[in-house]
């Protein structure tokens, strides 16, 4: 696995060296000497995104950024991104950012869709085969910097995300017992954030190397068991047919959570999800 991780973070750096450039698949694996089904595999199976929507996607971030942060015209900036109009370019921002390039400019607030992999340490649980039970936590103040981190990874999961926002609502849960932790080491790889008083989960991240470990479920159990108090759960997602949505819906939807109402965010078209409590005699 360790293996693994260190070609994925191989293929990161030249993805990140060369975002500017013509990147496809045959330019990938030539330069990091694997055949591209081979590398079309490892990179979704460890990332759980092509290669193809990580580099749309950091392409559309930095571009993003651009816009907020600099007096390029958006044409320059269309180009940059790998696109050879400007239409085609204000299409697929307008598809993942819910607005044109334009207008995202004159809001002046950049979020990202995809930071950088940072695939860096050491995950022992995943060369454990023991399948040691996991243990969510209660998150505590020294925990901040690797959540932040996790976060990062699963950016992609939560449009308009603001961090500065975002980590004083999390020191806020943290003192109200509203944050839950699984750590493998100093490693952060599943966080929550939960309302006790209206029973919505805010956040919850797996990272990407730990998906196919049952994490949102040990998530699930704790706060049903300890936090919920035999309320329903809800969560918010993606609507369906978001291009933005890496999985999410899919994810939620096999935890059991059933559609309820259509939702606008901070501005964006978003969608409710409901886990019913069990009611006695239920199996």
């Known amino acids: 696995m360790q293996k693994n991780i260190q070609n994925i973070t191989a293929v990161i750096e030249y993805i990140e060296a060369h975002l500017t450039e ?3 698949l045959d330019t990938i694996a030539d330069a990091v000497h694997y055949s591209k089904y081979h590398l079309h595999r490892m990179f979704a199976d460890m990332t759980g995104l092509t290669a193809h929507d990580y580099i749309q996607r950091r392409r559309l971030t930095e571009a993003a950024k651009l816009l907020v942060f ?22 697929i921002f307008t598809a993942l950012y819910k607005m044109p390039p334009n207008r995202y400019r004159e809001n002046e607030r950049f979020y990202p869709l995809q930071l950088k992999y940072s695939l860096e340490g050491s995950y022992s649980m995943l060369e454990n085969k023991e399948n040691r039970p996991w243990e969510a936590a209660f998150a505590q103040e020294t925990d901040i910097p690797c959540w932040m981190e996790l976060v990062h990874l699963v950016v992609d999961g939560f449009p308009c995300l603001d961090e500065e926002e975002y980590i004083q609502t999390l020191q806020e849960k943290i003192r109200a017992g509203q944050a839950l932790i699984l750590k493998d080491g100093g490693i952060a790889v599943g966080i929550l954030l939960f309302d006790t008083e209206t029973g919505n989960i805010d956040f919850m991240g797996t990272h990407p190397l730990y998906r196919k470990m049952g994490i949102p479920r040990v998530f699930l159990n704790k706060v049903m068991d300890e936090l919920a108090k035999g309320r ?10 978001d291009k933005a949505d890496t999985g999410q819906r ?17 501005g964006y078209p978003t969608q409710r999800f409901v886990l019913k409590k069990e009611e006695p005699g239920d199996a």
């Open 232 to 241: 329903e759960i809800s969560i918010t997602t993606y609507r369906e047919g």
């Open 250 to 266: 899919r994810e939620i939807k096999g935890l059991g959570f059933a559609e309820a109402e259509l939702l606008v965010e901070f």
């Open 22 to 24: 013509k990147l496809d």
């Open 70 to 91: 600099s007096d390029k015209p958006i044409l320059e900036i269309a180009l940059l991104a790998g696109y050879e109009s400007q239409q085609a370019f204000t299409g």
